[in-house]
């Protein structure tokens, strides 16, 4: 898999690219502005124009030689087309992907380490992160909000950088999951995002570029999903 456009161009959301492929109701592209989900992270939203006129996105599937972006309809797009990515939503799945992270760090320190069983984002501006806490006090886990949205307070800057998978996998605290990873690349390499003095783990997901942009957040629930597992749900 190559860099993916999306993380070294987070800001650029329009892009103009040739189709490669195609077949009725999908084209394939070689970059793309899409994120198409993973990680416990919705895909993005957005639509396609070409000379035919304007193709809502509804699907996206990755295979070795690019994106696969779907549509409705049985519609052959051809030569180059335009990809627009919303930009409400991005900023959504960023918001609440920056505050899984924050909330990972909170547990992770406060609570030996305890490592991450789950995770998703929801498009109804909420979040729940699943966590390996057997024992674990559910009015302890509620108190996170504080130091949570002391964290948007201080507006700490997130940033990325690309480390080889041999070397990440040596460094305690990078991979918080026990059941996935983010994918390396062709290049060996694996995305790190870093919280200024707060975080540092792998993430193939989109982020803020600091936490002061998101919003006051909430804990909503605290469950008990069996003997091992807490579920805390956030909304902004």
């Known amino acids: 898999m190559s860099r993916a456009f999306y993380h070294d161009h987070p800001e650029i959301l329009q892009l ?13 592209v070689e970059r793309s502005p899409f994120f198409p989900g993973g990680g416990g992270q919705l ?20 295979d070795e030689r690019g994106l696969w972006h779907l549509f409705a309809g049985e519609a052959l797009p051809s030569g180059n087309v335009t990809l627009e990515v919303e930009p409400a939503f991005r900023a959504l799945m960023c918001e609440l992907h920056t505050l899984a992270h924050v909330v990972n760090a909170l547990v992770y320190t406060q609570f030996g380490g305890a490592l991450l069983t789950g995770a998703q984002l929801n498009a109804d501006a ?22 949570l949205n002391e964290v948007i307070r201080r507006d700490l800057p997130v940033s990325n950088v690309f480390m080889p998978h041999d070397e990440a996998q040596a460094v305690p605290g990078l991979f918080r999951s026990k059941a996935v990873a983010p994918p390396v690349g062709e290049d060996g390499l694996v995305r790190i995002v870093e919280i200024l003095d707060l975080d540092r783990q792998a993430c193939g997901g989109t982020h803020l570029a600091s936490t ?4 006051p957040a909430r804990i909503v629930k605290i469950d008990n999903k069996g003997r091992q597992n807490r579920r805390i749900k956030v909304a902004v």
């Open 43 to 62: 895909p993005d939203q957005g639509v396609l124009r070409w000379s035919g006129g304007v193709l809502p996105i509804t699907g996206l599937e990755r």
């Open 126 to 147: 909420t979040f729940r992160v699943d966590f390996d806490l057997p024992g674990a006090d559910n009015d302890t886990l509620r108190a996170l909000e504080a130091p």
């Open 16 to 28: 103009e690219v040739e189709v490669r492929d195609a077949r009725p109701g999908a084209i394939l």
């Open 212 to 215: 002061g942009r998101a919003r």
